[in-house]
């Protein structure tokens, strides 16, 4: 009960928090409307026209990722800026309890992406919005979210030891875009890099959300995929919260900006 | 003459070696060197799928757009980071001439853009087989070295924004999304509706751009000598504007006790 009501008031304080910062605004909505117009454009030019409303989705998730990782990278930091990291390490909930509702509240502000390509897409292109199957849809997208928020809690953990976590989360937004093939196949990839999609959140997403919108595969196989490596994803952020604050604490690290 | 050269050349050196957390290598590398490689990739992919170009013409675009994060943060930041420090007033309280304090920090952050760009190109080299004729390097390091220097010309105008918006990073960011979708970099020009194609004409890049590609394919810089030069008058008319715009916002900034207002 306590643990609920820990992520309950840590999910709206942060969705507030996040919804007074314009750079939050800018990369959930307005980044993922220019990257799904630069998509519409050029698979308009190329004569791929039927394939809008698959750039519309990949786009929009290309956003939520963004968001997940640089509310990731910079939610320890924004803590250590505004010195409430130690009482947030000292309070008696692990670090895991504490900052889960945060890292949700992150990607679903990301979840605006989504919302915001699908709309300029119908408004501005003349997307169609027909899903082939809309209820799986709806189950598929905050399943994909909550996925993500959890990969972002992993995150987080290590940029307790890493300071420069802007640079890392940099560092990783165009790879993971590429990676998980948001707008674009992966077969077009090296084959080395397929067992590096698998294990991410994101390529299984897409899949499922593609699926439930475009029809032509499973949806209930990447579905179950995206939560079982959500799944995985606390169980890896419980141990590696611990570890990393304990070596932050070893080595009076934890504070310095 | 010679403090001004002193204040051109020392203080904007000091300066970008002060104000840039990223000098880090830890954050260096992975921002300004690593970024535009993965640039380069995802939308030579993304081309491949929409059947739209080659890939060479994606790192061409690429690696030539990627100059304008380091020039636009640069320069947003070689301003805005002196308020973040609080030694804006400090700064500004001195006699020295405003041309060499705020031209002299656009010179280090020029280089880094062209450095920037480069490593894009040699991304694109390396992962995606780019092999322009070697005699066409030359022309296309200067057309590299041209784009940085309008897209530092505009970062001086964003900087100067940023004075009076203190949103450095939303104002970059922007202005590099306006970039990256208007200049030609991933959608050929003739293919973006006609107002866009007029807008694209007095922003940075666009020109830069079309000659880089047309060098190349192998044609002389001799032949896109209009290119080379509307891109110059381009990074010299932001460059004045942004200085313009940085000398009036300072003066409003004095008179209503704003400047250090984060």
Known sequence: MNAARIVASGFRTNLKMLGTSSFFLLTSTVQPVIFATLAFFMYRTGDRAGTLLYAALGAGMMGVWSTTLFGSGGMIQWQRWQGTLELGVGAPPSMTLVYLPFSLANSFTGMYALVATLVWGRLVFGVPLHFAHPWLFVLALPATVISLGLMGLVLASTFILYRYANALANLLEYPVWIASGLVFSTSLLPSWTRPISWILPPYWGILALRHAALGGGSVWVPLALVAALGVASIAVAAVTFRLFERLARDRATLSLT | ?262
């Not at chain 2, 280090?108 to 780019?130: H, M, Q």
Request: hydrophobic content about 55%.
């Open chain 2, 1 to 262: 003459m010679r403090t001004w050269l002193r204040i051109f050349f020392v203080g904007g050196a000091i300066s970008f070696r002060a104000l840039f957390a990223w000098i880090r290598p830890a954050v260096y590398v992975p921002t300004l060197l690593l970024g535009p490689t993965a640039q380069v990739l995802f939308f030579a992919y993304l081309g491949r799928t929409a059947h739209l170009q080659s890939d060479s013409w994606f790192v061409i675009g690429n690696a030539v757009q990627s100059a304008s994060s380091a020039a636009l943060f640069g320069m947003g930041f070689a301003i805005d980071g002196e308020r973040w420090t609080q030694t804006l007033s400090a700064v500004l309280a001195t006699p020295a001439n405003r041309a060499a304090l705020f031209l002299g920090r656009g010179l280090p952050v020029l280089l880094n853009a062209s450095v920037t760009s480069a490593t894009g190109f040699v991304g694109g080299a390396l992962l995606l087989g780019f092999r322009p004729p070697l005699s066409s390097i030359p022309g296309l390091a200067l057309l590299v070295l041209l784009a940085s220097f309008a897209c530092t010309g505009l970062g001086m105008l964003t900087g100067a924004v940023g004075l009076r918006m203190r949103d450095v990073p939303i104002i970059a960011n922007l202005s590099m999304a306006v970039l990256l979708i208007f200049c030609g970099v991933n959608v050929p020009l003739d293919k973006l509706p006609h107002w866009m194609h007029l807008a694209a004409d007095g922003l940075p890049l666009t020109h830069a751009i079309a000659a880089a590609r047309r060098v190349a394919d192998g044609a002389s810089l001799g032949s896109v000598t209009t290119s080379v030069l509307v891109e110059l008058g381009l990074g010299f008319a932001y460059l004045l504007l942004g200085f313009a715009l940085l000398r009036w916002f300072e003066l409003e900034g004095r008179r209503h006790g704003t400047l250090e207002r984060a």
